[in-house]
Each structure stands twice: as C-alpha cells, then as structure tokens.
C-alpha cells in the first residue's frame, strides 16, 4: 500500500522579506503576500482527501497550514510536533544574511554536513546532521501510524530537504542542492514503512503560484538546464519495453510537447539538446517552436536504455521468456544485465559523460545560458539520481512523466554542485499536481 506524502513550505514571512535569518526563532509571522500564497496552495490542496496533517509549532508554519486547512472538504485535526522546527541556528538567528561572517557562511554552503556552531557553553552544534536526525525520526513515527493513507505536511525549508534527503537517502553533503520556495509542493510516495523503497513524485512546484517555474538563486546562475522526458507514445500507452527502438509520439504525446512548449515559451531558452531518437528529438522541436533562435544539437549518449531482447514486449512476455528478471529489474535494477542490451551502470557512464560535457561547454559563455535536455525516463533517472548524490540502485526512486519539466541551475558551472530547482513539473499537462501521465515500460 502506497502512502502519499505532501510536503508544503511556509508562505512567504517577516523574516523571508527582510531577508534575515530564522531558523527556531519565532518572532517571523505570514506577510500578506504569506497569506495569500497559502490560500492558493489551499485551493490547489482541495480535490485531496487528507488521513493526517502535521505541522512545525512555529507561527509561521502554524498560520499557513490553518489557512490551507480552511480551504479543505472534512479535514483531519491539526497535529503539532517538535519533529517538523526549522534548523535551529542559535548564533545567526534574527542576523541579515549580509551580517553573517563570510568564512563561516561559506563553510555552510560548501560543506554544510560539516558545519558547525560553537555555543557560548562551549558545547558544538551541528546544525544540518542534526536537523538530518530529526527528519528521520519524524518518518519512523509518522510511517506506521498511516500505512496506505494521504498526508500533508507544512513546515520549513531546512526541515524540507532533510525530509526529501533522509526518505531517499541523499546525503546531508547535498543540503544545498535541492531548492524549497515559499509555498512550494513537494509529493513522495512510500512504498511500506521507513527503509522500504520511496519515489520522488515531484519536487518544488510552484506553477500553483503563477511560477512557472522557480527563479534562479543566486539571481544571476551561469547556466540553467531543463531537463525534459518526451511525450507519450503508443508504446508508452500500452506498457510495451521501446528501449532503443525508435517510436514516435502518439497524437497524445504531442500534445504533451505542445503544453510543455506552452509552459516554457516566456523562459529565455538559448539552445536545445537531445537524443536523436524520434520521441525526443520532436518533443524538443515543438518545445523550441516559440524559440527560433535556439539551435537544437544531437547527443546518442543520451539514447535510452538498451533493453536488447526485452524490447518490443509486453511485461507478461517477458517473465514468461525470461522467469524472474523482470521483478529484479523492479527491486533491484542496478544487478541486471539486459538480455543482448545494457545494463544500468553502462547507461549512467555514458549519459554522465554526456551530460557533464554539456555543462562544461555551455558554462564557459561570457552570458548564462539556458538549455533545454530533451531525453527518455531512464536518461532522466539516472542524471537526476546523479545530481542527487544517489547511485544506480536509487533508480525507481525517481519518477519521470512524459513532458514532465525537471530545472537544474549551475550558479558556477562544474566548479560547484548544483541546485536541483524543480523535478519532474507536470501540472502544465493539466492534472494539478499529482503525475498523472503513462506509467508505461521505459
């Protein structure tokens, strides 16, 4: 049984508009601005049935989820933890982030699971292991209590991450990587209890907002890169393996490229890559419509996974011809070799490779660029798990709709890890936030 989990920010606050660090401090309430963001995040929220909403006991996270609540049909009884404060920041709290000593900043955005706080007790904080601990011990409570069940919650975003990063096994080295906005969805999907397999359905929508998609932190990033899955295809419909078959877009799958094109026609796009398979290659020629100036390249490292003999098969072909291995490749997939095809070690080095090069050679424009990277699901999976600091086991760890919009920023190209904005943004394909597209073969 599935349990789904919606994580929201709070609304922009005080604090958040000043510009001024927070952390447990509690003085920090909803601005307007606050305030109506969560109402929209409410209306968003309202078509879901909630078995459960918890929240961070800071006013802040208090007042968006009581207005989230009041947009609600029967909604659960708020609960209150200690498990869901913000990272606690003793010696920065209530400080401009322009107060706070360079060096010791700088240490907290390269190296943040080392940093540390020296207290005026003489004791030592650790500030992003603890707030790491703490997310992990909110899941072992929340898991068992609702198994199978639907449930928000809102709080901050250090505690955000740290429940995205501890669920999926990022490590905290990679705090700064993934992005929280104000009033921002994030949904996971846990498939049993705390150390079973859990799927990242989406992080960090904010198209709910009116943004399409989140601005780049800092405002001026070297390079941004889109990273889009193709549109559906018929075999895509009737779960049939494609691999490195060349299938084009069904009537629907275009019409997903049409959207995502839509979706992205006001963001600067400056050049386009893609595989030079059919699904991906016209996926990325209806989104670089409304940009005629950008040139689209080719890249075959970015061709999907060799499925050799599984592909043009249905999945009950495959169990009968190849007994087992089909539910290996689901538990297990990183320990498959695919019958006269690759395996996914194969398929991560080479679209790694390829997508490093892209990043090296586009970084080095005296103007920051923005790309789009047109590719397949397991192309996606595997660069995004990556980014993540995951490995080839994490594979299914990651979902990729067809036309879904994943946004990685490079605020200094390779020199420096990059910040995953957004992943896999499919509310342009009109079914609010929850991936509705094919869950078809890959």
């Known amino acids: 049984m599935t349990t789904r989990v919606i994580i929201v920010r709070h609304g922009q606050s005080t604090y958040n508009a000043q510009k001024r660090v927070q952390g447990r401090s509690d003085e920090s309430v909803l601005t307007e601005k606050g305030r109506d963001d969560a109402r929209t995040v409410g209306e968003t929220l309202k078509g879901l049935s909630f078995d459960g909403i918890y929240h961070s006991p800071l006013q802040r996270a208090t007042q968006t989820v009581q207005i989230i609540r009041d947009c609600l049909s029967n909604p659960p009884e708020l609960q209150a933890t200690g498990q869901l404060m913000e990272i606690d920041l003793p010696l920065w709290e209530k400080m401009n982030k322009k107060e706070i000593p360079q060096q010791e900043y700088q240490q907290w955005k390269t190296h943040p699971h080392e940093f540390r706080m020296v207290l005026e007790d003489g004791g030592e904080h650790f500030p992003v292991t603890s707030l790491y601990q703490q997310a992990q011990g909110f899941w072992q409570t929340l898991l068992p209590q609702h198994q199978g069940e639907t449930i928000l919650i809102v709080a901050h975003n250090g505690i955000n991450r740290c429940l995205i990063m501890s669920a999926l096994g990022i490590p905290p080295e990679r ?3 993934i992005q929280q906005s104000n009033c921002c969805i994030n949904v996971l999907n846990f498939s049993g209890g705390w150390g079973d397999s859990v799927q990242l359905e989406s992080l960090n929508q904010t198209a709910h907002m009116g943004i399409p998609i989140p601005s780049p932190r800092p405002p001026h990033t070297r390079l941004r890169l889109l990273l889009v899955r193709h549109g559906e295809t018929e075999w895509n419909r009737m779960s049939r393996f494609q691999g490195t078959m060349d299938i084009p877009l069904n009537d629907r799958g275009k019409e997903q490229a049409k959207k995502a094109a839509a979706f992205l026609k006001d963001i600067q796009i400056d050049f386009g890559t893609s595989s030079p398979m059919l699904r991906p290659k016209e996926t990325a020629e209806i989104i670089l419509e409304p940009h005629p100036q950008a040139p689209l390249g080719l890249e075959p490292e970015l061709m999907e996974i060799g499925h050799g003999r599984w592909e043009g098969k249905l999945e009950k072909e495959i169990e009968a011809e190849y007994p087992g291995l089909l539910n290996q490749w689901k538990t297990s997939p990183e320990t498959v070799q695919m019958p006269e ?20 050679t586009h970084s080095q424009s005296e103007e920051p660029q923005v790309g789009i990277v047109t590719a397949h699901d397991a192309i996606n999976k595997v660069i995004l798990c990556y980014l993540l600091g995951l490995n080839p086991a994490n594979f299914w760890n990651i979902k990729q709709g067809n036309g879904a919009v994943s946004v990685i920023d490079y605020p200094n190209g390779l020199e420096d890890l990059p910040v995953l904005q957004a992943i896999n943004i499919t509310s342009h394909l009109g079914a609010g936030i929850l991936d509705s597209t094919a869950a078809g073969a890959l």
């Open 341 to 360: 095809g690759e395996n996914l070690q194969q398929v991560w080095d080479r679209a790694i490779a390829a997508w490093n090069t892209l990043v090296k």
């Open 175 to 177: 705090y700064h990587t």
